[in-house]
């Protein structure tokens, strides 16, 4: 996405990641810890299906699944038809969260009291 971003307004610096001032790194923590993915794209065809496998993976205790909604459909109705234009089967939904966020808006395009809660993570 930040190469669309970056093409789109000329600006190739937008291709560097770039940390809050505040960032302060976290120390890792035991794998088998764990247990949340985050999925950044997960109506595209690999988003999809990453999402849909973590979902099956017992390991794995939720999937909060990024989707950018569109002012004709929001993200949930995105990622449906992505899972029936992919026929990905099977999918834990029970399991899924749909965020209707996009990475290249300020604090994901999530308000940022819900930005705040996932940072953490």
Do not use: C
Request: proline letters at 9%; aromatic letters at 6%; charged letters at 20%.
């Amino acid at each position: 996405m930040a190469d669309i971003v970056a093409l789109s307004s000329g600006n190739p610096g937008l291709l560097r990641p770039q940390l809050h001032p505040n960032y302060q790194p976290k120390p890792l923590s035991d794998s088998t810890s764990n247990r949340l993915a985050l999925v950044i794209g997960s109506n595209g065809f690999v988003g999809a299906h990453l999402t849909a496998r973590l979902s099956a993976d017992p390991q794995v205790e939720h999937v909060l699944a990024m989707v950018r909604g569109s002012p004709e459909r929001t993200a949930e109705q995105r990622f449906d038809e992505a899972l029936i234009r992919y026929r990905i089967k099977p999918a834990f939904l029970e399991k899924i969260t749909i965020l209707n966020a996009s990475p290249t808006e300020p604090y994901w395009g999530l308000d940022r009291r819900t930005y705040v809660e996932l940072a953490p993570l």
